[in-house]
């Protein structure tokens, strides 16, 4: 799996960090930041044999912060962030 640029990104984390790869991403104004991976053939053929996809986060122990790993993207408004937060409430 490979970070890649994608429609809607915004911003590049650790661009002239040696130590990471560049991370292309969409970061909205509240924080919420978005990156878009592509999988390999062989990436794909080991999700499709297991069914599985493993989520490393570095933490640097910090608390840990809320993901979501999706196949679509869709920008949301921060009114429709906020409806969402009001209908969990």
């Not at 949301?76 to 962030?81: A, G, I, R």
Request: net charge negative; hydrophobic share 35%.
């Amino acid at each position: 799996m490979k970070p890649i640029p994608f429609e809607g990104q915004n911003v590049v984390f650790a661009e002239n960090q040696k130590e990471y790869e560049p991370l292309p991403a969409h970061r909205t104004e509240d924080g919420i930041v978005t990156s878009c991976w592509e999988l390999s053939k062989e990436d794909l053929a080991k999700i499709n044999e297991t069914g599985k996809l493993y989520v490393c986060q570095m933490t640097f122990n910090k608390p840990l912060q809320p993901i979501n790993v999706f196949t679509e993207f869709t920008f949301l408004t921060e009114d429709e962030l906020q409806e969402e937060e009001d209908l969990n409430t």
